[in-house]
């Protein structure tokens, strides 16, 4: 996606900038609230950067932002460069890959290492083991039904897994929304509840949507990867990421 409203004002700042704050009231509420007893912090935070009053909600539209605080990274050139951190613990993450990128390395646990051995519940209720997938290449689905990019692909990856058919990798959605929610999903395959997103931790996944491929035997059998277009295209079979750090 490219952001054009914004991409001028965006490529002003250096590749250490912490950011802009955009706020859907106006822009006298955003710099009384800061100056509040309390604020002092994101005050002094807010030094040397823009605020962008977004009254109306068109760009929270755009970017498909459910709620506040949420917050996406933009690359100099207008396009979208993370996936949307919903919450101060998921913004906390995307702060930290922002200011210290890996550079070089692909995400994900080495190709060819045993994947972790955990247990989550099954929306049925049902204790789940992932050792218990073996036998069958598996893709695991990192979902939450209130993500955006989650919500823009929903209808694809349904059409992908009414068309697998038994060919593809079997799908298992992780997921870190509620039951209720993830049950709304209508997923025909099995889904697997993380409101703490203790697997996608495990599996080195930092958000949502993004999926691994786990081979039969149970080892990591792909980078983790990120993005409708990727995680499609690894359900799809095409051809996987680099598996030079493969241990064996």
Known sequence: MHVPMIEGHHGRHGAEDPGDLVGQGNGGQHRRRVREPGHADVAD??????ELADTDGRLAELLEANGTPSAVLIAPDGTIGSWMASGSDWIEQLVGQVLEPRQGEEQ??????????????????????LESLRGRDTLLLFWNPDCGYCRSMHDDLLAWEASANGVHPRLVVVSSGDAESTRAEAFQSLVLLDEEFAAGNAFDANGTPMAVLVDADGRIASTVVAGAEEVLALAAGAPKPDRARATG
């Open 45 to 50: 935070d807010r030094a040397g950067r823009d």
């Open 108 to 129: 994900g646990l080495p190709l060819g290492t045993d994947a972790p051995a955990l247990e989550l519940p099954s929306i049925e209720g049902e204790t789940v083991s």
